[in-house]
């Protein structure tokens, strides 16, 4: 079950990914991708429902500006369980996802029943996607059986709600373990019922956790859901979260999916970026090849 | 065997680093017996896109000091060029056709421009600020705040005492400058970046590109993050250029026609007045004390 992973290979492979040169229209297209989908997050303890609906605002319309044509939606909002119900309400019809972190995020250091009885209340509050958090400290203590268990037990709970896995790869010190749990956390997902393509995500990280999302990191999950398709034929998603500030970074995440997984992951129901700030960065770079204009901070809303 | 001599290659200047322009251009510098004595960087947009970003980025801490330590730095950085006055007269008189004294004139008034500027810090604000008179009982005073980032353009000579002239006049009142240098008199534009990196001046609080400014001028104008436009002796063409591509974003411009003998009258170039066209007045009151 162990499989080992030349760590020196993997950062020269995804080191190799950020050097294309990718200009013009096919930067347009793949920021205009890149944006759809964002999750876009707010994860504080100072959230308040007048931010979420701000946020839900940004979302539906990213940018208040003209442009031809449209820019995409961004595929979800990622808020605490407690907000759910006020994403979920202005989010109406927009057809922007509500994604609801649970489990207990983001340490995971509470009981079973605690974290079970998390996800239910997200899911009851219209959550259509949760994304929980991997119990580490029994993953790092050899408790694979415990791991695994608890998250066959969330994805029971989740219902029709999509689920995405954070594996919190910040804290699982090894391309190794990083491998070792993803493969853990498919399986494990996989054994409270079938999955159909894009039900099930891996993420990175909570974003509370430095690092967060990095290109070796990401690179060694997606060889994992590519070896699982080649299995079973099932199209396991992936969610990137933490750190990806800019629009270049999204770019080279963009080419790394496609030259690991094929094209058929570019679409926001198999590929996600956890993220704020890169929003604005995107837009930022789509609004002045529009314009021919150099843009401004104030150009564009905060949330 | 005579030694082969090993000409430098300056870089531009912005947020605090020393990097090579991204368009890997550069020009080659003659002097007056037309060898290549250096090469400069031909600065791009994108290099222009960066050091604005920097200077964004650097106007929070230096607008939130005060005008004393404001005062404070800018004097050392006088103090750092005062102790590097044989290069600087050195270097203007590579592609300058002028005598050692003129040459040390320009040093020693550039110096002397920094300490006016460093003297006006916490000054100024008394000579275009005012309390008005009000019939209640409460105060009502105008203040000047600095807009952000200015965009300086500077004289093509005097290539050092223009350079920091136009510098000095918006970070006098906390706003952050890209600076572009004289494109006939580069290399003193090249070597003030030293100085403002050993001085205690921020990162990106001075940003410095060379090159050609013809292909900057029209970013410049229409970058929606630059607050103000300090152009020196612009030209009837240039002029019309930066005013209509800067409407769109409100910006301020503020173009001089100076000559020679004006940019070694402090009167003339480093008054209150040239201070002035880059900050915003804020009119408050404040409830008296009865």
Redesign the interface.
């Known amino acids: 079950m162990h499989t080992p992973v030349d760590t020196v290979m993997v950062e020269q492979r995804a080191k190799s990914f950020a050097s294309r040169s990718i200009k013009t229209e096919s930067k347009q297209q793949g920021l205009r991708l890149a944006l759809s989908m964002i999750d876009l997050t707010t994860l504080e303890g100072k959230d308040s429902p007048e931010k979420v609906r701000a946020l839900c605002t940004k979302a539906i319309q990213p940018w208040e500006g003209e442009i031809d044509p449209p820019l995409p939606s961004v595929a979800a909002v990622c808020v605490y369980p407690s907000l759910v119900q006020v994403a979920k309400r202005a989010l109406e019809g927009s057809g922007v996802a509500v994604a609801s972190v649970a489990t207990g995020f983001p340490s995971g250091q509470y009981p079973l029943d605690v974290r079970l009885n998390d996800v239910k209340e997200a899911v009851c509050a219209g959550a259509d996607e949760i994304d929980m958090v991997i119990n580490r400290g029994a993953f790092l203590s050899g408790e694979f059986d415990v791991v695994a268990e608890e998250i066959t037990q969330v994805r029971t709970v989740c219902g029709t709600a999509h689920l995405k896995i954070i594996l919190e790869t910040g804290e699982l010190e090894t391309l190794e373990n990083v491998r070792l749990a993803s493969e853990l956390a498919i399986q494990a997902a996989a054994h409270s019922g079938s999955i159909s393509d894009g039900e099930v995500f891996i993420k990175t990280s909570t974003g509370k956790v430095n690092p967060a999302a990095t290109m070796p990191v990401t690179l060694v999950m997606l060889e994992v859901i590519r070896e699982y398709y080649k299995e079973t034929g099932i199209k396991i998603g992936m969610k990137p979260a933490g750190g990806i500030k800019t629009a270049k970074q999204a770019l080279h995440y963009l080419v790394m999916v496609k030259e690991t997984l094929g094209d058929d992951w570019l679409t926001k129901s198999l590929f996600r970026f956890g993220a704020s700030s890169l929003t604005n960065d995107v837009l930022r770079q789509l609004v002045r090849q529009h314009t021919?204009?150099?843009?401004?901070?104030y150009?564009f809303s905060e949330a | 065997m005579s030694r082969l001599t090993v000409p430098k290659t300056y870089k531009l200047y912005i947020g605090g680093k020393f990097p090579r322009t991204e368009s890997g251009r550069s020009i080659a510098i003659e002097n007056q017996k037309s060898e290549i004595v250096a090469h400069i960087c031909h600065g791009s947009r994108k290099d222009f896109r960066n050091a604005v970003e920097s200077a964004h980025k650097a106007f929070d801490s230096w607008s939130g000091i005060t005008g004393y330590l404001r005062g404070q730095i800018l004097y050392r950085m006088a103090e750092m060029l005062e102790g590097r006055k044989e290069e600087f007269a050195a270097a203007i008189q590579v592609t300058q056709p002028v005598t050692n004294a003129v040459a040390r004139k320009e040093v020693d008034a550039s110096v002397d421009r920094l300490v006016t500027f460093a003297g006006w810090t916490d000054k100024y604000q008394q000579v275009i600020g005012c309390a008005n008179p009000v019939a209640g009982s409460y105060y009502n005073f105008t203040i000047p705040q600095p807009q952000g980032v200015v965009v300086a353009i500077a004289p093509q000579s005097p290539s050092l005492l223009g350079l920091i002239t136009c510098i000095g006049a918006p970070i006098c009142s906390g706003n952050t400058v890209v600076a572009l240098g004289s494109e006939v008199h580069p290399i003193t534009t090249a070597i003030f970046g030293e100085v403002c990196q050993t001085s205690d001046v921020p990162a990106g609080v001075i940003n410095l590109l060379t090159g050609k400014n013809k292909e900057l001028l029209e970013h410049i104008a229409t970058h929606r993050q630059v607050a103000g436009l300090y152009v020196a002796n612009p030209t009837k063409k240039n002029r019309t250029l930066l005013e209509e591509g800067s409407a769109d974003s409100m910006k301020r411009v503020h173009c001089v026609a100076f000559d020679e003998s004006d940019w070694y009258d402090n009167a003339v170039t480093a008054s209150p007045w040239e201070i002035e066209p880059f900050v915003e007045m804020k009119t408050i009151w404040h409830p008296s004390a009865c």
């Open positions: 021919g204009r150099y843009t401004a901070t150009d």
